[in-house]
Every structure is written in C-alpha cells, then in structure tokens.
C-alpha cells in the first residue's frame, strides 16, 4: 500500500466503527476512564474472550474496586470470581502482586509511565500501552496480534513479531492515530479482517491493502 493512505484507511474504519463491537477495554474506557479498571481488566483479557473478560471484570468490581480492597480477597476467591478467563489461578496471583505494588510504590494510584509500567509483575507493552492510551489518555500505540496481523496484510509495516510493529508504527504512523488505532484495527479484525478467511469481498478499505500472506477469503 501507498503509506500516505493509511489516514484515508483510518478515516474508513473510523466511520465504520458505530457498526462493530467496541473492544471491552476501549467499551471500559469510554464509560469511565479510570486507569485502575483498565489496568485490571487488561490484565484479565490476556489469552480471553471479550465477553468472558467482561463479565469477570464486573464480578470482581462488584466485590472490590480499590487496591485495598482486592487485597482483602484471598487468590482462590479472585480467583473463583473471575473464571473462566485464561490462566485464572495464575492471574488472580498476577491481580494481588499489583495491588500491593501500587500500594507499596505508587500511593495506590497506577503510575502513568511506560517504565514504571512495565516494572509491575506481569505488566507487557501490550498492557502499559493500553493503559497509557485508554487509562491516561496519553500517547502508546497498543499492539495485539490483531494489530500486528492488519497492519502487515495491509502492507504498512513488514515485521514478524507484534514488539517490532510497535516500534516500527511509532518511527511512521502519525502521532494524531496513536490513541485510537487499537480500538480501530481490533474491532476491524474481529468482524472483517480475520486471521482466517477475511472477509476481503466487503472490505470498506479492500482497494488499499496489499493482501499480504491472504491465501483464502470471502
């Protein structure tokens, strides 16, 4: 694809966007910005449905909604709480280190710098960038495998790894399409560009991708 049109392929999708399902973090966001609820439910969408993200993400709250709170919840009640998602024992251990973390470092209050971020347990770029974007409105470009899997099809970028999209989007992507660009290609992916069989035949931004790697589509 032409780069310069990655602006007209972001105009399409936003104007496209009314008709998809918002991610749930975005959805979250959108409702209330609070960095906290975007931290933890970050944390518990990992390998896990939107929907299952969403329903455990409110059960939780429902019972604790501060880091003091959720450290008076034992692992195996969070744990209980907010299964089925992914690695649920696991998180629920990942949700009460954080906890403390902020209490202990931050005032309870989550830090709003990549590298503090990243210094939590269990805190990848996916997850600090979402943050920063959706939590503090400030810039990040959040790569997900929906992410990294567009912006390559599409021609923009070539790279193999999610980490190197990242980078790679932040040296060419203009800085105003930082903020939204995940909540744009993820609900993109999910109901058009699929990972499998996309559905190019009713593609609103067919003309301007390359195609790459599609060997099958509808």
């Given at each position: 694809m032409n780069d310069g049109h990655i602006e007209e392929i972001i105009s399409i999708l936003g104007g496209e966007l009314e008709k998809w399902e918002l991610p749930i973090v975005s959805h979250l966001a959108k409702e209330k910005r609070n960095p906290f609820v975007?931290?933890?439910?970050?944390?518990?969408?990992?390998?896990?449905?939107?929907?299952?993200?969403?329903?455990?993400?409110?059960r939780l709250f429902s019972l604790a909604s501060t880091p003091q709170e959720i450290l008076q919840l034992s692992p195996e009640i969070i744990a209980k709480t907010i299964y089925p998602v992914g690695f649920y024992k696991n998180k629920a251990k990942t949700i009460l280190a954080a906890c403390r973390e902020l209490?202990?470092?931050?005032?309870?209050?989550?830090?709003?710098?990549?590298?503090?971020l990243l210094a939590m347990k269990g805190v990848g770029r996916k997850t600090a960038n979402l943050v920063l974007t959706l939590g503090f409105n400030k810039e990040g470009i959040c790569v997900d495998t929906h992410v990294h899997r567009i912006s390559n099809r599409l021609g923009y970028v070539r790279t193999g790894a999610p980490e190197q999209t990242e980078f790679a989007l932040r040296e060419k992507l203009p800085h105003k399409y930082w903020l939204d660009y995940n909540t744009l290609l993820v609900a993109f992916g999910r109901h058009v560009c699929r990972p499998v069989s996309p559905l190019?035949?009713?593609?609103?931004?067919?003309?301007y991708c390359?195609?790459?790697?599609?060997?099958?589509s509808r």
């Amino acid at each position: 694809m032409n780069d310069g049109h990655i602006e007209e392929i972001i105009s399409i999708l936003g104007g496209e966007l009314e008709k998809w399902e918002l991610p749930i973090v975005s959805h979250l966001a959108k409702e209330k910005r609070n960095p906290f609820v975007i931290l933890i439910s970050t944390l518990l969408s990992l390998r896990t449905k939107d929907e299952v993200t969403s329903e455990a993400t409110k059960r939780l709250f429902s019972l604790a909604s501060t880091p003091q709170e959720i450290l008076q919840l034992s692992p195996e009640i969070i744990a209980k709480t907010i299964y089925p998602v992914g690695f649920y024992k696991n998180k629920a251990k990942t949700i009460l280190a954080a906890c403390r973390e902020l209490i202990d470092r931050y005032n309870s209050l989550v830090p709003d710098t990549m590298e503090q971020l990243l210094a939590m347990k269990g805190v990848g770029r996916k997850t600090a960038n979402l943050v920063l974007t959706l939590g503090f409105n400030k810039e990040g470009i959040c790569v997900d495998t929906h992410v990294h899997r567009i912006s390559n099809r599409l021609g923009y970028v070539r790279t193999g790894a999610p980490e190197q999209t990242e980078f790679a989007l932040r040296e060419k992507l203009p800085h105003k399409y930082w903020l939204d660009y995940n909540t744009l290609l993820v609900a993109f992916g999910r109901h058009v560009c699929r990972p499998v069989s996309p559905l190019c035949g009713s593609c609103p931004v067919s003309n301007y991708c390359d195609r790459v790697g599609v060997t099958k589509s509808r």
